[in-house]
């Protein structure tokens, strides 16, 4: 059954607060109105994160697109403007629900924003994309014919992922 985009971007947030918390960290969730750029902060001691949880139910999460010029169709100066907006030491937390069992956790992936412009960047053999896919086959008659876009494996959730991404955010 699909539910709202909404249940689904509040069940994201609580499964990655949940894995957050799960590996030892300190989760400060928003309250009142959002903020626009990040949803939790994530802290250790001294050393913190801003996270950008993003929930999908459909196998893609949609960036940049509002980041488009209407009528121009430049996914690369989209991809770049998105990224653009984000601060020094935020993340993006991506949370997959498609094909998960009610009683099981989502799949969920950890990048920086310039590790998802690049991706976004080379989709559909350099087109470019607005949709980050978790998995997707481009269709023959599509620009990216013959092509699969994959999130990296070294993304999947994990306390050594997260220490990296502290490093490098």
């Given at each position: 059954?699909k ?21 030892g960290y ?47 169709a ?6 770049d ?21 009610v ?11 310039t ?38 494996a ?7 992922r997260?220490e ?6």
């Amino acid at each position: 059954m699909k539910v709202s985009s909404r249940s689904i971007g509040v069940a994201a947030e609580a499964a990655a607060a949940a894995l957050f918390a799960r590996i030892g960290y300190d989760v400060s969730v928003q309250y009142g109105a959002n903020q626009p750029e990040y949803d939790l902060i994530v802290a250790n001691g001294e050393r913190m994160l801003k996270v950008s949880v993003k929930g999908s139910q459909d196998g893609g999460w949609g960036l940049s697109q509002n980041y488009l010029t209407k009528g121009l169709a430049d996914y690369h100066a989209a991809a770049d403007a998105w990224c653009a907006r984000h601060t020094a030491r935020t993340i993006l937390c991506l949370i997959q629900y498609k094909g998960v069992a009610v009683e099981s956790m989502p799949r969920v992936y950890l990048a920086t924003p310039t590790e998802v412009s690049e991706r976004l960047r080379s989709a559909a053999k350099g087109r470019g994309d607005t949709i980050l896919h978790e998995k997707h086959t481009w269709a023959a008659s599509a620009h990216g014919a013959g092509t699969t876009e994959e999130v990296p494996a070294h993304w999947l959730f994990s306390r050594a992922r997260v220490e990296e991404l502290l490093t490098i955010a």
